[in-house]
């Protein structure tokens, strides 16, 4: 530690204060700009999907076309019939193949695809069985599910003027199905409503 | 009027291709209209449809079957993520026309999720015969048990179908980790010491059986020794295990029957009359 604090002090006097205040500059040019990446650049409400009653997220989009999207939504779930009401954490990727303007302000993305896992807190999931279980009891968790969707999108631009918080809002809607469901619907004689899902939301561009 | 319509023209290659995309998008949207396909979460234990169901058709079966000496009722059990096995068993049950009402035995569900015991019931609302259901060890997972509560019951209960009484307990010992009492052996002092009029035999129905290592095996023996204090003991059933077996597990003379699952398409047909019971292993 010695040693190296020396060679930064003898450093440090061997340049001039210009190129000190350059360096400072750029390092912290350089570490905003790393934080900046890092900011959500949409929010987004969505209702149902598996993943709770509603859902409050951020995510980023990105690709050449922002044709990639990563989000992270909170959700709620109310108590229904179970004892409490719980909260839920979801992380999902999509992928947005085409999209077409159909006038100036308005496009539509024709297809959504999007794989999501959703984990509940509370204390009635585990994750990994407990240990009272001999191994591999069950062989699966409670709390942890995975979803696939598809969906569509409508995306309105705002006008320039008319901008509060965000560029542009999208409404879409997506039909999804989790692990749990699948493994059900190649087994049986089952009606699409037993394993499909339907969820609307709204995604807001912020910049 | 070339002139005036020229630009529209000129672009007509690309309205057609929007409108094609705005028609294909009505189309994906207007299918899937159904409001039962907006689930908020697997496990929201949002139970929608018919509730209470056992203590309904408890009532039903206790008063269809007053005064008669002779009963026939099916015992199924384990129909859980097989459907179209449940839907074919509650056609064959139906079909006999004598079955006077049937018995699940537990796992409804193979995970506890919410839909998978609304798909069950909604099935098995099928029966024309008065039906109950027991509390299995899939039944609770997650939210299962609170889901099970809705639909069905309390996880330990009774009834009365002519002169035979039957006790339907929770045996699930593992997945509730001695945080109570299962089997409950206060449930079953009250029962004892409140026994209904007129009862004369008692059959005693769990989803575990003894000496499964889901069951409180320590409290095994003394289990046993509190159903045979029910007046005329016939025998016990379980399910649990997926296989048909009759065996004597305390060697004491009390038959324990074990139910196979819907996947291999088997129930079991009790007929209870003066002389006894038998028992059939029906193949559909």
Redesign the interface.
């Known amino acids: 530690m010695v040693p190296l604090l020396c060679f930064h002090a003898l450093n440090v006097m061997a340049t001039s204060p210009v190129e000190i205040d350059d360096r400072y500059q750029r390092r912290i040019a350089d570490y905003q700009s790393f934080w900046q990446s890092l900011m959500p650049t949409y929010t987004k409400l969505q209702y149902a999907g598996g993943m709770g009653w509603l859902n409050v997220g951020a995510g980023w989009a990105y690709g050449n076309n922002q044709q990639w999207e990563t989000d992270v939504f909170l959700g709620f779930i109310s108590r229904y019939t179970s004892d409490n009401a719980k909260l839920t954490l979801t992380l999902k990727q999509n992928f947005i193949p085409w999209r077409h303007e159909m006038t100036p302000t308005v496009s539509i993305e024709p297809l959504a695809c999007g794989m999501y896992f959703n984990t509940v807190f509370s204390d009635e999931f585990w994750t990994k069985e407990p240990d009272r279980y001999p191994h591999g009891y069950y062989n699966f968790s409670t709390r942890v599910r995975t979803h696939i969707s598809v969906g569509q999108r409508v995306r309105f631009l705002i006008p320039d003027k008319k901008r509060i918080f965000s560029r542009s809002i999208t409404l879409f809607y997506e039909i999804s199905t989790c692990d749990l469901y699948v493994v059900s619907a190649f087994t049986n004689r089952l009606s699409p409503e037993d394993y499909l899902r339907l969820s609307f939301g709204m995604k807001f561009d912020i910049f | 009027m070339h002139g005036l319509y020229s630009p529209y023209l000129h672009q007509n290659k690309s309205y057609m291709?929007?409108l094609f995309?705005?028609v294909?998008?009505l189309c994906?949207?207007l299918s899937?209209p159904?409001c039962?396909?907006?689930?908020?979460?697997?496990?929201?234990?949002?139970?929608q449809g018919p509730q209470n169901l056992n203590e309904t058709h408890i009532r039903e079966i206790h008063e269809h079957l007053k005064e008669r000496k002779s009963i026939r009722f099916a015992f199924i059990s384990d129909t859980q993520?097989?459907?179209?096995e449940t839907r074919d068993m509650v056609k064959d049950i139906n079909l006999r026309g004598d079955v006077d009402f049937v018995i699940h035995g537990g796992d409804l569900s193979?995970?506890?999720?919410t839909?998978?015991f609304i798909?069950q019931r909604d099935i098995m609302l099928g029966f024309r015969m008065p039906w109950v259901a027991l509390l299995g060890n899939?039944d609770c997972?997650?939210?299962g048990e609170?889901?099970f509560?809705?639909i069905w019951g309390k996880p330990n209960f009774h009834f009365q179908a002519g002169n035979v009484l039957f006790v339907c307990l929770n045996t699930n010992s593992?997945e509730y980790?001695y945080s109570e009492p299962v089997p409950d052996f206060a449930y079953l002092e009250n029962l004892m010491k409140n026994l209904p009029e007129g009862v004369e035999k008692t059959i005693v129905v769990m989803h575990v059986p003894p000496f499964d290592?889901e069951f409180n095996n320590n409290v095994a023996n003394v289990f046993q020794l509190y159903l045979k204090e029910f007046p005329g003991l016939l025998c016990c059933l379980n399910g649990h295990a997926h296989r048909y077996l009759v065996h004597e597990p305390f060697v004491d003379g009390i038959a324990y029957i074990q139910t196979p699952c819907a996947k291999s398409r088997e129930y079991i047909l009790f007929t209870i009359d003066e002389d006894g019971y038998e028992h059939e292993v029906i193949h559909f």
């Open positions: 291709r929007k995309y705005a294909l998008m994906a949207s899937f159904s039962n396909m907006m689930e908020v979460h697997p496990y929201d234990a949002h139970v993520r097989w459907y179209d193979d995970f506890g999720a839909h998978e798909l899939h997972l997650g939210t609170d889901v509560q809705t593992l980790d290592l």
